[in-house]
Structure formats: C-alpha cells, structure tokens
C-alpha cells in the first residue's frame, strides 16, 4: 500500500489541514479511521470540503464525544477492537489521519502507535512551530522509532520559526517536509493557493 499515516504532535495542530493538502496534490484516498467529536463535525467532511476531488473512506469508528477514542467510546458503551481496523479497500494511494497524538489510547490496552505498527505506513508528524513544539515534537519522533515506525518526516504549521525547525531536525534526525504559514481562511481555493509538497507519496 502506498500512502501515509497523518500524525500530530498534539491535538488540534492542524493534521487535517495537512492530510487534505496531502492527498489533494498527491491524488490520493483519505481515511480516517476512528473519528471522534461527531457532535462538533467530521473531519472527513472538512477533507471533503477542501478537496472535492479526493475519495474520502468513511470511518470505521465514529464516536460523538470530543474526547479521547477509548473515553469516547466507553460513555457510549462501545470498545474499539484494533483488530477490526484495516485499510479500506482501494487500489489508489492513501492518507490516513490518526486521532490526537502516537500515545492516545484506543482502548484499554492499544495506543495510537499501535494502530500505525498494525497499517504499516511511513508517518507525517505535524507539530506547531511556536513555544513548546520542540518538547513534543522529539517526544513523538523517540516513541515512534522505539516502536520502529518509519517515519517520512515532519511539517509544521504557523509563524515560521527558524530555531524551532533547526531543534526538532538536528536534536529528532528528521527533516522538516514543510512549513504551513497560517491561513486567513481555510476554505478549499485557499488550500489550492499553497505550494504543492515537493516530497513524493512514499510506498
């Protein structure tokens, strides 16, 4: 399978953003696989959105709190089965957009992480570029190779900051794929405006 696994620093860092600015100049499938926050909106519908032209695999978890998948999932009675979370099928590239960060439980036992060993995709870890993106940043980069995911590299979103992206490579031996300057909108034309990634699908 050729693709990617979207992955964040943190939640609310922009994996979204990054993930439909992937596959809409990549020409890929998305997936998310376990979405949570129904009640505030879907992200496959913001991918969707902004880039009509993407297939978009619906979830194979859908949860309505805006918590984390195993909290979610236990208020409505339900447990998440790792097991039960493959690859949608299709012969096309794919961008899969995780949940939170590498150490969100799924369940009483899985993380985050655990899913990416299991789908075996190189993974993008989008992180802020402002303070404290550094600390979180290189502990994402150590759990994943402790776990010996491959990992494509880093884009992050903001104000450029120079020393920041300077740290997170030298100190996390990763590249810096890209930098996101914040958008005044984001809306599907304006996604269009920023430069295409100049890194290939990997797979």
Same mark, same amino acid.
């Given at each position: 399978?050729?693709?990617?696994? #979207?992955?964040?620093?943190?939640? *609310?860092?922009?994996?979204?953003?990054?993930?439909?600015?992937?596959?809409?100049?990549?020409?890929?499938?998305?997936?998310?696989?376990?979405?949570?926050?129904?009640?505030?909106?879907?992200?496959?519908?913001?991918?969707?959105?902004?880039?009509?032209?993407?297939?978009?695999?619906?979830?194979?978890?859908?949860?309505?709190?805006?918590?984390?998948?195993?909290?979610?999932?236990?208020?409505? /009675?339900?447990?998440?089965?790792?097991?039960?979370?493959?690859?949608?099928?299709?012969?096309?590239?794919?961008?899969?957009?995780?949940?939170?960060?590498?150490?969100?439980?799924?369940?009483?036992?899985?993380?985050?992480? *655990? $899913?990416?060993?299991?789908? /075996?995709?190189?993974?993008?870890? #989008?992180?802020?570029?402002?303070?404290?993106?550094? /600390?979180?940043?290189?502990?994402?980069?150590?759990?994943?190779?402790?776990?010996?995911?491959?990992? $494509?590299?880093?884009?992050?979103?903001?104000?450029?900051?120079?020393?920041?992206?300077?740290?997170?490579?030298?100190?996390?031996?990763?590249? #810096?794929?890209?930098?996101?300057?914040?958008?005044?909108?984001?809306?599907?034309?304006? $996604?269009?405006?920023?430069?295409?990634?100049?890194?290939?699908?990997?797979?």
């Amino acid at each position: 399978m050729k693709g990617v696994f #979207v992955t964040g620093t943190d939640t *609310d860092v922009g994996k979204t953003l990054v993930s439909a600015w992937l596959a809409r100049n990549w020409n890929t499938d998305y997936w998310k696989p376990i979405q949570t926050g129904l009640a505030d909106g879907a992200d496959s519908v913001t991918v969707a959105r902004l880039a009509p032209h993407v297939v978009v695999h619906p979830p194979a978890v859908e949860l309505q709190a805006p918590l984390s998948p195993h909290e979610a999932a236990k208020r409505e /009675n339900r447990r998440i089965d790792l097991s039960s979370l493959n690859l949608p099928a299709t012969d096309r590239p794919l961008v899969v957009e995780g949940a939170g960060g590498v150490m969100v439980p799924i369940n009483e036992v899985a993380l985050m992480v *655990d $899913l990416m060993v299991k789908l /075996n995709l190189p993974v993008v870890v #989008v992180a802020r570029s402002g303070l404290g993106t550094i /600390n979180h940043s290189l502990m994402t980069l150590e759990m994943l190779r402790r776990r010996h995911v491959p990992v $494509l590299g880093v884009v992050m979103n903001g104000q450029r900051n120079p020393a920041n992206r300077q740290a997170i490579e030298h100190f996390g031996g990763v590249q #810096v794929l890209a930098e996101i300057q914040p958008l005044p909108v984001v809306s599907e034309s304006m $996604l269009a405006s920023l430069p295409p990634p100049d890194f290939p699908c990997p797979g």
